[in-house]
């Protein structure tokens, strides 16, 4: 490995051992988040070649917001890693949608990956350090092992799930019985359930429940994680009827579901700080390794307060792939608050004509 | 302030009455001679309802001024007695036997539509019901104002309402004593309302399409392509691409004495001179961020892909250019955003056409030669409905039936 590089991933790991709590002061986010991208520069041909077109260098780059981010759907094309692919330990794919190619995020060691991991999820979802079975509506990894989220599943299921922690998606399937059951055993035990899953895969389960007249009311302890958007594969429902339906089937108050924000193409997630403070909002909070800006997509500079734009992340934890990560989501910020919302994926534009467009066009 | 079903039942009477006054006492010549008219006085630079178009439309249509004057000249500049003349086609019947009443349900911030449809409903002496679209309510009732002033009782046969389109009670209302239906938008608010349209009338649904352009290589000239790229960049930044004969992509063919390249770069320059006299609407947050995904992933590639071109405008998101050389169709996010793509000859199009054939508004060909002609036929056998030149894919016959 590079004597560089692993200084860099020293460092970042001393910052994220200071855990989650510790805001980092912007000197010292600047002086890393400017050390990785000279890093990167060296290492990633692809990115440097971009930075080249945007006339933006280590040497010209005096603030971290200056750095080029890189698009996701650069992930598709190229091989943005900063280490020979080949070595890499783990291989994460985006599920993108049909028709397109999957993006692919190499990792080059699971250590910083998995650091960035454990405190967040602790502090988001387990801040009064509960010990449960989790109850995780997503294939094992073992199962997939290019997916990002159940690798992530993985790993806080081995920091802390309780025994009795399961997966609940087999060959693509919720095991919606197995589910049942289960859930109906906690229930009758008086046990505090912790599910883990993917919003579609909850409409799924609640669509069940409503369809079986079933519904559970759980212990006070009991919580949810719901992550991800529906891409189609079921009918989408609100965020707001979402969590209507955790209270109304599960007994679970909206002020114990918190909500994912993550990515392949990232190693750090982003989760309501509903839990961690004790009331429900939609602000995310970024950990001390990251940085996240929302840029208005016209002038492609930072929005203004309240005003929507692309959510852009600076993600330190990204050492050996790419730092900088320009998304497809919106996002926006709040005036006087820290953190971010999400707004979701920017898609559907609506027709104002009668032109078909790329979201309406659809060859069968 | 909403429409209620006591509305459109008055409305229907007072059409329906006035209806039967015109048949009377006009002409067919003589509406024609009415709707030439009242198009004309919006022609003039200077004319009142150009004025009060440019000054309400640019908030529903999201077009700039200057591109609501645009409209004005590309919609009232096609009705003439002669393109009136041709819209009498017959299909809806003829002037003795049309429908008593027609209700017109209009979609999108594109007028041309809408008013072909209002005067194709006069020409044949029907009443008519026009339910405006919340993206154009201004332009079908300043129209019927214009013929007003020149002819009250033709005007007395059309009204302009508006209504929500998920409140079917009044839908069914309007539909209630309807003979025809003439609907725009896109299939599945055509079909929601051919499922209340009673059987007795007939329908008429158009849908929503899509648009490309083909450069042969005899057109690819140092002498002939800085009009060419005009004329293109016109058809492409006209409604901000958001008709449906808007083209999202030209192909370019090889061979020529210039290369596809070249068509690309002067086509942005032309897109940069067209913004300069007519600039692109605002966006919406999303809009403009489907113009920065599609831009940034092409930045990376050209970046390390030296076969990749794109050309922007200066500051912002005003147009794009993109030139690869994968020659798939790529449908564009609109709003000015267009692909160059070489092609071996001309008719390597169709295969990568084909299968959308039925989505197909209009095919732009430069230049029109005999060469031209054969491949133009080509995709008329495929089911194109429109082939014209580049320069005209804005300017469809009142009929629409061009090819």
Known sequence: MDKTAVELQQRIL??????????????????????????????????????????????????????????????????????????????????????????????????????????????????????????????????????????????????????????????????????????????????????????????????????????????????????????????????????????????????????????????????????????????????????????????????????????????????????????????????????????????????????????????? | MSTTVQQIREAVGRTGEARERVRQHRSTDAVIAALAQAAKNWLDPSSPWRKRAVERAPAATGFSEAMVSEAVDLTFGAITRESLGELLDGELGDERTGPRLIVHFLAGNVPVPGIASICRGLLLRSANLVKVSSRDPVFPALFVESLREVDAELADCVAVLDWRRDEVALTRAALERAQAVIAYGDDDTISALQRLVPRSAKFFGYGHGISFAVVGKEAMTEENLPQLAQAAAFDASVYDQQGCMSPHVFYVEEGGQLGPRKFAAALAEAMAAYQARVPRGKLSVEEAAQIAKLRGAYEFRAASDKSVGIWASEAGNDWLVIYEDEPMFTPSCLNRVVFVKPIERLESVLPLVRRFASNLSTVGVAPMNKRAAAFAAELIKMGVPRVCPIGQMQRPALNGRTA
């Open chain 1, 14 to 364: 001393a910052l994220m051992a200071r855990g989650v709590a510790q805001a980092t002061a912007d000197e010292e986010f600047d002086r890393l988040a400017r050390d990785v991208f000279a890093f990167q520069h060296q290492w990633c041909a692809p990115y440097r070649a971009y930075c080249e077109r945007l006339k933006l260098a280590p040497q010209t780059v005096v603030h971290w917001k200056e750095i080029p981010a890189v698009p996701t759907s650069a992930f598709k094309g190229f091989a943005l890693a900063c280490f020979p692919e080949a070595e890499a330990v783990a291989e994460f794919h985006t599920s993108g949608t049909t028709r397109e190619s999957t993006g692919r995020h190499y990792l080059r060691t699971l250590e910083l990956y998995e650091a960035a991991i454990v405190p967040n999820f602790a502090a988001h979802l387990l801040p009064d350090k509960a010990r449960m079975p989790m109850m995780i509506l997503m294939p094992s990894p073992q199962e997939a092992p290019h997916s990002s989220l159940s690798h992530m599943m993985g790993v806080v299921m081995r920091e802390f799930g309780a025994d009795g922690s399961a997966y609940y998606v087999e060959r693509g399937e919720l095991l919606i019985e197995k589910l049942v059951r289960d859930l109906s055993e906690a229930q009758q035990d008086g046990q505090p359930v912790f599910l883990l899953g993917t919003a579609f895969a909850f409409v799924h389960l609640f669509d069940h429940l409503a369809q079986q007249n079933l519904k559970f009311e759980f212990s006070p302890g009991s919580r949810a994680m719901e992550t991800g958007g529906f891409k189609g594969r079921s009918r989408e429902v609100s965020k707001v009827d979402l969590y209507g339906l955790f209270e109304r089937f599960l007994g679970i108050p909206k002020a114990r579901v918190v909500n994912e924000y993550g990515m392949t193409e990232l190693s750090t997630q982003f989760y309501d700080a509903t839990m961690r403070t004790g009331r429900r909002t939609d602000l995310k909070t970024v950990p001390p390794w990251a940085r996240v800006l929302v840029i208005d997509p016209t002038s492609g500079r930072e929005a203004a307060e309240n005003e929507a734009g692309l959510i852009r992340v600076f993600d330190l934890a990204n050492v050996w792939s790419m730092m900088c990560v320009q998304t497809e989501d919106l996002g926006v910020s709040r005036a006087g608050e820290t953190g971010f919302e999400v707004l979701g994926r920017a898609a559907g534009a609506e027709v104002r004509g009668c032109s078909l467009n790329a979201e309406s066009f659809v060859v069968e």
